[in-house]
């Protein structure tokens, strides 16, 4: 399977400040990217999917201003989330899809707290 | 629309019993792709087996297998003799094929106690 990397994995920052969380695909390049959020023992919801080059198509009910999605190559997505509040902590994870593959990949997630 | 049924919550089993993981998908696509992924305490989704509409053949690998039914919608997955490493939450999800979206089910909580 495909190699994906997340960073940071652990985040904790102060209300009201912007986090920027990294999903790279180390060896495929993918044409398509995931960003997901879970909460404790629950399913993941799809926030949005990325193209390269395109903007990216975000899910009913996610704030595009809240948070931003940036695929600027094919192996490279961030995700923003902006001025966080305490309602955002979550465990985010991206998804890696294309180069010929049927197969959705997983980065290992970022866990991000807000105080 | 796409749907994903986990109707099991938690299985708690001891070592060396077998847990069948059950999975119901609706669909109204012709082609699609039926996936299970394991979430360790870790967080991080391992990909364990894709399969196509068009295959129904049963699937062994290791002490994991799965059981594709198309007329009963269902993709059940079972682990032989299981380990404490199999601990995990479990994940069933479809896609149709067209844009590698997944729809996932609520996921199985799997607890093997030694």
């Known amino acids: 399977g495909a190699v994906v990397s997340q960073h940071p994995s652990w985040v904790i920052c102060k209300s009201g400040t912007s986090v920027k969380i990294e999903c790279r695909s180390l060896d495929f390049q993918a044409t398509t990217m995931f960003w997901y959020r879970q909460f404790p023992k629950q399913s993941l919801m799809l926030m949005a999917t990325s193209n390269e080059g395109s903007k990216a198509t975000y899910e009913q009910g996610v704030e595009k201003d809240k948070f931003l999605i940036n695929h600027a190559s094919l192996t490279l997505s961030t995700l923003t989330v902006t001025s966080a509040h305490p309602e955002d902590s979550s465990f985010y994870i991206c998804?890696?899809?294309?180069?010929?593959?049927?197969?959705?990949?997983f980065g290992p997630g970022t866990r991000l707290t807000v105080l | 629309a796409q749907k994903v049924t986990q109707a099991q919550t938690e299985i708690s089993v001891v070592e060396k019993e077998d847990v069948t993981l059950d999975c119901v998908y609706e669909?109204?696509?012709?082609?699609?792709?039926l996936f299970w992924y394991k979430q360790p305490p870790s967080g991080e989704l391992v990909f364990l087996i894709r399969?196509?509409?068009?295959?129904?053949q049963n699937e062994i690998s290791g002490r994991y297998s799965w059981n594709f039914q198309k007329s009963t919608s269902s993709f059940n997955f079972t682990i032989t003799a299981s380990q404490v490493v199999d601990s995990a939450v479990y994940f069933c999800?479809?896609?149709?094929?067209?844009?590698?979206?997944?729809?996932f089910g609520a996921g199985t909580t799997v607890t093997v106690r030694a």
């Open positions: 669909t109204r696509d012709t082609t699609y792709y």
């Open positions: 399969r196509n509409s068009f295959d129904e």
């Open positions: 998804g890696v899809a294309g180069g010929g593959t049927d197969t959705q990949y």
């Open positions: 999800a479809l896609s149709d094929n067209n844009d590698y979206k997944l729809s």
